[in-house]
């Protein structure tokens, strides 16, 4: 048997599989098949491995059959998290209180979700990336490794905003370049592209793709110069790809 510590009024359903040194808190409920690493931390009230239910009106939920969650050795899950089954984190992820990662996501290693941060079906996001307090990334979302997005950031999918059949056809997330950095409360509409190592201000609206290593600001977001060179991914010292 691994070396779990346990709180209170935890259930841990039939066929879940929990590493060594894990520490579980109070009222967590761990569903069927979920796969645990070693060394990984659960905060109180957290569920996972939650089975997704569409509304009647849902137009991008299906109920299908899902592979277990599985969290990555190392991980810190903080208090009141829901992560859904069919979701998939790397080794030494952290994510915040009350964060919500939904069902065919998936999560590269050392990224961190922040407090109140939902991440929608569908989903992939890199290693290494920061998504801050309150950001929502909607269904269908890609996020390259070392991307950076502030607080309260939106993803947009819909061009229709839900209106006829034919938008059923277009569901797209926006797709973020390696290294790219979106600032606090912007918003990016559904399919565009942010270039790699492409800054977004604060407050803006992105509207079209934008190219790589320059920085954007306004509604709709405009080109105002070139990314400083010491501000560019390959010159951090926490990256890892360095010839």
């Known amino acids: 048997m691994p070396n779990i510590e346990k ?99 998936t999560i590269g290693e050392k990224t961190i979700v922040g ?23 909607t269904a269908f979302s890609t996020i390259e490794d070392y991307c950076f997005i502030a607080p309260e950031v939106t993803f947009t999918n819909d061009n229709y905003l839900g209106r006829t059949e034919e938008r059923k056809k277009h569901f797209k997330g926006p797709t973020l370049r390696k290294g790219a950095r979106i600032g606090a409360n912007a918003t990016l509409l559904p399919g565009v592209t942010v270039g790699e190592d492409a800054l977004v201000a604060a407050g803006s609206v992105v509207t079209k793709d934008l190219a790589p290593r320059k920085i954007y600001a306004g509604i709709p977001a405009k080109f105002i110069r070139d990314v400083p060179q010491e501000q560019l991914i390959e010159e951090q010292a926490f990256y890892e790809e360095r010839e």
């Not at 991008?60 to 899950?77: C, V």
């Open 7 to 105: 709180g209170i009024n935890v259930i841990i359903e039939d066929g879940a599989k929990i590493g060594d040194n894990c520490v579980i808190g109070h009222n967590v409920v761990i569903h069927r098949g979920v796969i645990i690493g070693d060394d990984v931390t659960i905060g109180d009230n957290t569920v996972l491995g939650k089975e997704p239910f569409a509304a009647s009106t849902s137009a991008t939920t299906s109920i299908e059959e899902l592979k277990p969650l599985s969290l990555g050795s190392g991980t810190t899950i903080g208090a009141s998290c829901v992560i859904y089954k069919g979701a998939s984190l790397g080794e030494k992820c952290f994510v915040g209180d009350l964060a919500t990662i939904r069902e065919k996501t």
């Open 115 to 137: 407090k109140g941060a939902t991440v929608e079906n569908g989903t992939s996001v890199g290693k290494r990336v920061k998504i801050e307090t309150g950001a929502y990334i």
